[in-house]
Structures are given as C-alpha cells and as structure tokens.
C-alpha cells in the first residue's frame, strides 16, 4: 500500500453542483489558496487518505470523461479550469438523472507527493448548520436560530467520496485511490448507489496489501466466532498465531496457515480454507507491515459479553502484568496482575 504523507498544494477550483439548479456553476478561477482555505483542504485530504476505506482501482477501457480530463491536466496538455468544467459537468449530469445524489460542492485539486502527481476531486455534501439572525422589531432585539443547508464539512467531518487520481503509466497496478462511502440509511442495492465509482470514475476496484491483510484478519475472527464459541483456549491460539504471523511474516499461505492450526483436524482445517477463499482471499496474500502496526498496537477482549478489557499490545505480551491460562476444558483464566493504581470511568 503507497501511505502518502507528503502532500503538497499546487491549485485548486471549487463548483457548485445543485439538484435544484438546471445547469451547475462553473468557477472560472482558481481557489486563493491563503493559509486558511490551504489548512482546510490539506486536512480533509490527510485524513482522506489515512482512511482505511480508501481502494485502489484502475480505470475501464473505453471512452471516460473524468479519465481523458484528468489525464490532459496530469501530462501537462490542459488547465485545471478547463479540465474541471468537464469534470464537474459530467458529475452533474449523473446527479439530474438520479435524484438520489445529493447537491455539493465539488472541489479539483493539484497536489504533490512522494510517489508522484495527482489530482484529487473531493465530493462535498453539503452539511446543516445553524447559525443566528438578528432582527428589529419595533426597535427591540430579536434573535432567532435559523439553518443554512449549503455549509461544507468542516476540517474534522468526512467526506464520503473522493478520487486521487495518478498520470496513468504502464505496468502500474492502479491508477487512482477512491473513497466511496454509502449512507448507512439507503439499500446497498438501492438504484444509483454505485454511481461514483462505476459511471462517474468509470473504474474497477482492486485490491491492496491493506485490503488482504485486513480481510485475513477479519476472515478469521469471524471464523472463530462462529466455530469455536465455546472453546476459548482454542479460540486463543487461533488468535495468537494469526497475530503472530501477521507481525512476523511477509507473506501468509492460507493452506500452510490452516495446516498449522488444525493439525489434526482435517475437517476443520478445510472449513477454514473454503472460508476464506469465500472472502476473495488469494491463496498467499502479501501483508501490509504498517496496518499491523498500527492494528495491533491495541487489543480488545469481550468477554463473557458483559466485561471490556482494553490493552496495549506491550501489556498483552508481558506475562508479569497479563496472562490467559488454559484450563483444559475449553475455557481459560484472564489474569491481571501486580495492579498498583486504578481508576473507575
């Protein structure tokens, strides 16, 4: 996975796309990119892309508006007003003929990175706010709170689509990160909920290193939950050893991982497999060192479904100051131990 964390700003333009409108409204110039507008879009483009919903995917085949437009600016071949209006008209285009698409502002810009240019193109739905308004009535003070449905997200809310878009170059396994999130209140199947990736990007997403080693994690948790309810020691050492591997290895075989978890239990060992592949899972999948990392830096224990138990991955591990011991009939012993301090929350 490419973890971009060098961002520089080179321009931006910002459109308004309303439903209620006939026709957008096209900006002719660029962004005044002062230290307040700067600060604002490079927030909301770090967090973007420290999202761990954001996929890599290439573009399809064939005629695209938004590749051909971006491509043009990315090569040097045309300006980011001109690309932008084409960008965004598409946009617009796909929000009239589904009523679904909520109105936004949509926002083109230039940035710079470790790994190469790109232009990223962040959706922003617009978010209610309120605010006061004063009036006079018959020389006294009357304030009211109003809203206003028009406010962009602020630096610490999400935004729930975005691309960031490379110069296309050969042999390359992706093109463009995206970010593509549903509203949890509509159908998945609903009409017209995949209209950003699929006919406005016109792209297919691929998986990364981060996808298949969280997917692998996942996979197994659930596994676990679902076969081994009620043998906690084994559901342990399932556990342990996956963890193990994910910190110890570059890549993990599932049949070998399956093998070493279920030696004598071929019948087990093939469930877990076919689980799994079930999940899109290759048969070797390349881990991401920097999301284990950072996953791993923490644990969560639910236990019994009635006691949390939150611990730093150095505490897990430190045998003086936790323990889980095996009582040979399926369950275990959670240990605390030399408790000095403690406080109620």
């Known amino acids: 996975m490419e973890y971009i ?18 026709e957008p409204l096209l900006n002719s110039f660029i962004l005044d990119l002062n230290e307040e507008i700067y600060k604002f879009l490079l927030k909301h483009m770090e967090k973007l892309l ?15 508006i938004v590749k051909e437009s971006t491509q043009e600016y990315l090569n040097g071949e045309n300006d980011i007003v001109t690309i932008s ?33 790109m232009l990223a193109i962040l959706k922003m739905d617009y978010i209610k706010n309120y605010v006061h308004k004063i009036d006079f009535k018959e020389n006294n003070i009357d304030i009211n ?3 206003q449905t028009s406010g962009l997200p602020s630096s610490g ?17 992706f093109h463009l990160m995206v970010l593509d999130k549903q509203s949890k209140s509509k159908e998945k199947e609903q009409y ?3 209209y950003f990736i699929s006919n406005y990007l016109g792209c297919s997403l691929v998986d990364n290193e981060r996808d298949m080693t969280k997917n692998l994690l996942n996979a197994t948790e659930t596994w676990t939950r679902n076969n081994v ?12 050893t996956v963890k193990k591997k994910l910190r110890e290895e570059e890549t993990i075989n599932v049949e070998d991982l399956s093998t070493e978890l279920f030696k004598e239990e071929p019948l087990a060992k093939e469930s877990f497999i076919q689980f799994v592949e079930a999940q899109g899972l290759e048969d070797t999948v390349t881990i991401d060192k920097q999301w284990v990392d950072k996953k791993l830096k923490r644990t969560r224990l639910k236990i019994d479904k009635d006691i949390d138990l939150y611990l730093s991955e150095e505490a897990y591990h ?6 889980i011991k095996k009582n040979g009939d399926g369950s275990i012993n959670i240990v605390i131990k030399h408790v000095i301090n403690y406080i109620e929350k």
């Open 145 to 147: 709170i109003v809203s």
């Open 50 to 64: 420290k999202d761990e919903e954001l996929k890599y995917a290439v573009f399809n085949s064939g005629r695209n």
């Open 85 to 117: 209006h084409d960008i965004a008209n598409q946009l617009f285009t796909l929000m009239k003929s589904n009523g679904n698409v909520p109105s936004c502002d949509l926002i083109v810009v230039s940035i710079s990175t470790e790994y190469s240019p």
């Open 318 to 323: 430190d045998k003086d100051r936790f323990e």
């Open 192 to 194: 017209g909920s995949n």
């Open 229 to 240: 309810s009620e043998d906690a020691g084994k559901a342990e050492t399932i556990r342990t």
């Open 5 to 22: 964390n060098d961002i520089h700003i080179n321009e931006a333009i910002i459109h308004i796309l309303d439903n209620n409108a006939g």
């Open 157 to 173: 809310q999400k935004i729930q689509k975005c691309a960031f878009i490379k110069p296309i170059r050969q042999d390359e396994k």
